[in-house]
């Protein structure tokens, strides 16, 4: 294996693909390539190609979520977010583009299973053990996306900047078909280089986890109160974050057996985070 | 590859695969089996080291990204004339069982009383909440801990 060290991010972006992979913070990448889930022939280092830090509502995607977690000027819900998240030493690493795009925690996928993820005709975790996994869009795959940032941006209304075009950050999310299973629409050697992360009027974050802390999301709920009304995303919930347009669709989830208990937490969490982040203030 | 590394003080330089972790670095290559290699995921801590000033899992650092930076490990936190006041601490209450984890809690603890020398107990369950005691010795390496913050 080798070590690229592009000087920008447009050398950094041609230089993928092919057997090239991205490293920015290698929190999630560096056990996937020595369990042989990911394999590359080059690593793409990225620390001196995507911006760092933040300006008023823009966020350089290669910013730590050690970094984003104390700082005022974040807006509160994903603040939360990051301080949930992992533990410290992943998040001092950890990078908020490299969270967005992190794999699933579905065990079947990390022990490399023939699942529908990974090209295979299955989804092993419905017939076996799911108590981790999915409440919604699971009619091919029912892995639960694990990132808390996600959701909290998701609720936020962010916009990402890559190397290509800007876009909604609910449009760089996508349920795995059966001719593409990617739960991300980037292109190849597309970079997520910052974030636009609009201030709300109040915003919050609530996670339910097996333990207290350095626990993945049972569920995870966002909600961000706007002057046109408050809105609400799921962490854990779905094989990608999950956008809910009101507290009721809720009732819309497709369980599996073993996840039904995922509806009541999620229940649970939105009442009290809408109550957190409170009415619009033009309501 | 050729990694130069700044480890407790002293300039390094060792040779390394493209994938190689700075765990292994420290460890295999430069004579430094302070920090422990266990679950290799990032889940335990007991590789906890210092980057540039901030605490990180050195087996999910790869040595290259580590590359032209700062390191301290639990080897450069005492000195020749005695220990770290937080391995006092840690050997004063018996917070050490097996003592696979000590050095990471040691260094997660210098960690935490650098920038809050007075932490709540909640500061604390945060600050050490990256890492795993598998003997379940928490009771006393809180004793460690809060004896390290009052000395």
Known sequence: MELLRPESAEAASAALGNGSVALAGGTELVPLLRDGIVRAEKLVELRDVVPRGFDGTRIGAGTTLAELEVDPQIPQALREACSLAASPQLRSMSTLGGNLLQATRCWYWRLNFPCYLHGGDVCHAKAGQHREHAIFGSDRCASAHPSDPAAALLALGARLHTTARELPLSELYRLPTDDNRDVTALEPGELILELDVPQPEASVYLKAMERRKWSFALVGVAAARFADGVRLALAGVAPVPWALSSPDALEQATPLPGTAYKVDIARALIRRAVEAVGAPRSA | ?151
């Open chain 2, 1 to 151: 590859m050729r990694v130069e590394l700044t480890v407790n003080g002293e300039r390094r330089e060792a040779d390394a695969w493209a994938g190689e972790s700075l765990l292994y670095v420290l460890r295999e290559r430069l004579g430094l089996p302070g920090s422990k290699n266990a679950c290799e995921q990032g889940e335990c801590g007991s590789c906890s080291v210092l980057l540039d000033g901030r605490l990180v899992c050195a087996c999910l650092v790869l040595a290259a990204q580590a590359d032209g930076h700062e390191l301290v490990t639990v080897e450069g936190l005492g000195e020749e004339a005695g220990l770290h006041p937080v391995q006092e601490a840690f050997a004063e209450t018996g917070a050490v069982q097996c003592g696979f984890c000590t050095p990471g809690f040691v260094v997660a603890t210098a960690d935490l009383l650098a920038r809050n020398p007075r932490p709540s107990d909640d500061e604390i369950r945060e600050a050490l909440s990256g890492n795993l005691c598998r003997c379940t010795g928490y009771a006393k390496i809180f004793d460690a801990v809060r004896l390290a913050a009052g000395s």
